[in-house]
């Protein structure tokens, strides 16, 4: 079955370190996404990426990086610069319909919590 | 901008309660509109979605009907269960090419 997987699905880090958290889709998809959620928060948009080697900065990219190398992964880097990174992190992928006002809805993995101590 | 309104909630109901989530939305165009519902500890999935004036999105025994003249999509469910205990976002798009607009999400909890 065709979907998005993020991994792990529980990660620790200590303060100061960067950690990178994986994205990887077999869905065909041509856009993904980065979102960030906190306790009782709704979705706030980090980065996304409509094409392979493009990408746009969100609400709240400051302390983020993402690569966009192939179509099937999105890789998010937390870095030491981001001063809140404890968070659940949602990875989800969408179909670019061009030229149609077809929308497609989002595909959503099942996130990665990260604590930073 | 664009912007999505839902009540926040918490929302509490005994099981077989009928349940009605508000949701409105401030775009121009003619967007998309969607539910999405995440259960504990996991991604959102999509409920349903209408893509124009007067559609209704079921699924699930949920429903919802597209109304531009009232600009709202409000979420409907004749008859809660238990496994119905999640959070609820409401969303917009645009287009392929624009951000999707989420709400701040509505969490439900069905009580036997």
């Known amino acids: 079955d065709g979907g998005i997987t993020q991994s792990p699905k529980y990660l620790f880090r200590k303060e100061g370190q960067n950690v990178t958290l994986s994205c990887e889709q077999n869905l065909n998809h041509d856009a993904m996404y980065w979102y960030r959620q906190d306790p009782g928060q709704g979705l706030r948009l980090i980065y996304y990426s409509q094409i392979v080697n493009d990408f746009q900065k969100g609400d709240i990219a400051e302390g983020y990086s993402v690569s966009r190398e192939k179509k099937e992964s999105f890789p998010l880097t937390v870095t030491s610069a981001q001063k809140n990174p404890t968070a659940f992190y949602l990875c989800?992928?969408?179909?670019?319909?061009?030229?149609?006002?077809?929308?497609?809805?989002?595909?959503f993995g099942n996130g990665t919590r990260l604590t930073v101590t | 901008g664009d912007s999505v309104t839902q009540m926040e909630g918490p929302v509490t109901l005994s099981e077989e309660a009928f349940l009605t989530i508000n949701c409105t939305y401030t775009a121009t165009g003619y967007p998309s509109l969607f539910w999405y519902v995440q259960y504990p500890g996991e991604g959102l999935q999509l409920l349903l979605k209408?893509?124009?004036?007067?559609d209704k999105g079921s699924n699930k025994g949920f429903e919802a009907t597209y109304r531009k003249e009232t600009t709202s999509f409000h979420l409907e469910k004749g008859s809660v269960q238990v496994s119905d205990s999640a959070v609820y976002f409401c969303?917009?798009?645009?287009?392929?090419?624009?951000?999707?607009?989420f709400g701040p999400g509505t969490s439900l909890s069905v009580i036997p």
């Open positions: 989800a992928s969408s179909i670019v319909f061009a030229g149609t006002r077809d929308n497609s809805p989002l595909h």
């Open positions: 969303a917009l798009m645009k287009t392929s090419y624009d951000k999707v607009i």
């Open positions: 209408a893509t124009k004036a007067d």
